[in-house]
């Protein structure tokens, strides 16, 4: 397959990977949870080991350090924004309609269409980054693809169960579910049409501010928050487990 044709493949294969919310149906909670908590731990160490060990030395080998470290900035800076944009809108919303009286139906609804407008977002700015770097440098660009895969699994479920607590239809909570995974392979497409026209190295710098973000912003704190040595040891040993396998994937290609 052309390195173009693999581009689109892998950017189609991880619009699809939303159908896992689906899984959520067939499985008791307790059972779900026990999965999610490894699924998160591996997440969190393979998106810090492929901002790290991939990302990061594609981006800043073409920029000036200084340059470089803007971009990484940015990216981790605009999911901030984002996250805090749609932690208040939510609250927001919450707050009024309880002042009003109003049933708390109303009250998810509008959870459920900013997590799907914050999904497609984050969709669409892999897409630039992962595709960025895959033509940049093809192993480095697959690595971070895996990085990505490990995280969207845990994140489609839970999106998935948001949608439905929402009170969505499971049918219509998978299919706007997929059509906002489908925003990865328009950054992809993007990142590909502008590979004459632009330095792709930034993209790859604010994607990896992506990366890091998410790792120790959201998925890291979930790994923190178990007591029980067992659970947290289990944890740990997924995210450095990630981490590992990213580092040995830089060191072999």
């Known amino acids: 397959m052309s390195r173009d044709g693999t581009l689109l493949f892998g950017s189609l294969l991880m619009s699809l990977v939303a159908l896992v919310g689906g899984i959520t149906l067939l499985m008791p909670a307790w059972r779900l949870q026990q999965l999610l908590t490894p699924l998160v731990s591996l997440a969190a160490g393979s998106l810090l080991g492929g901002a790290l060990f991939h ?5 800043v080998i073409a920029l000036d350090p200084l340059y470089a470290g803007e971009w990484i900035a940015a990216g981790f800076t605009a999911f901030l924004a984002l996250e805090q944009f749609l932690h208040w809108h939510h609250s927001h919303r919450r707050q009024s309609r309880q002042l009003l009286g109003e049933e708390d139906r109303w009250v998810r609804e509008p959870m459920a269409l900013l997590i799907l407008l914050g999904d497609g977002l984050h969709n669409f700015i892999c897409g630039l980054g992962i595709a960025s770097t895959y033509l940049i440098n093809p192993p480095a660009g697959i690595a971070a693809w895996l990085a990505a895969i490990a995280h969207e699994i845990p994140q489609e479920l839970g999106d998935f169960g948001v949608l439905v607590h929402s009170g969505w239809r499971p049918r219509k909570a998978l299919f706007w579910n997929v059509i906002s995974a489908f925003t ?8 590909w049409w502008l590979r004459e026209q632009i ?5 790859v710098l604010f994607a990896a501010g992506n990366f890091i973000y998410i ?26 487990g990630g981490l590992l396998f990213m580092l040995l994937i830089a060191i072999r290609f």
């Open 199 to 203: 330095s792709l190295a930034p993209l």
């Open 215 to 240: 790792a120790a912003s959201d998925l890291v704190p979930e790994i923190k928050r178990h007591a029980e040595p067992g659970l947290a040891l289990h944890g740990f040993a997924c995210f450095a």
């Open 55 to 59: 990302m990061l030395p594609e981006g």
């Open 184 to 191: 990865f392979p328009v950054g992809a497409f993007l990142a």
